[in-house]
């Protein structure tokens, strides 16, 4: 199981645009059939907000996030990013980034079983 680790948040006002990066341990693509970012609200349970198909490059987007967020790959294969634009209070919370369900994404949904999560990394919208 490699080790991820998550950066790049901070505060930003509405509408404007962050990246995240999350760097692994090893190669992504060759330990993990998938993975993704999720988020975790003040007070609200994570959720899988953005995941990829490390196999056939496929995608999935929470519907809350579609069309301003885009999760992508590195050249080195050890670093996933999400490229998040027009941002709202309510993208405010923790991100993580974890393996998911390569089932899951066949099924358009974006999940894990992981029970190993990382520090994350802070996102703060507000003006």
């Known amino acids: 199981q490699l080790q991820l680790v998550e950066s790049g948040g901070g505060l930003v006002q509405p509408g404007g645009s962050l990246r995240l990066s999350c760097v692994a341990s090893?190669?992504?693509?060759?330990?993990?059939?998938?993975i993704g970012w999720f988020r975790q609200a003040p007070g609200k349970e994570r959720e899988g907000i953005s995941c990829l198909n490390n196999v056939d490059g496929t995608t999935v987007y929470a519907d809350s996030v579609k069309g301003r967020f885009t999760i992508s790959e590195g050249n080195a294969k050890n670093t996933v990013y999400l490229q998040m634009n027009s941002l709202k209070a309510e993208d405010t919370g923790v991100y993580y980034c974890?393996?998911?369900?390569?089932?899951?994404?066949?099924?358009?949904?974006?999940?894990?079983?992981?029970?190993?999560w990382g520090q994350g990394t802070q996102v703060t919208v507000s003006s």
């Open positions: 090893g190669s992504i693509v060759d330990a993990y059939a998938a």
């Open positions: 974890v393996p998911v369900s390569r089932t899951g994404l066949l099924l358009n949904q974006c999940i894990t079983s992981t029970d190993s």
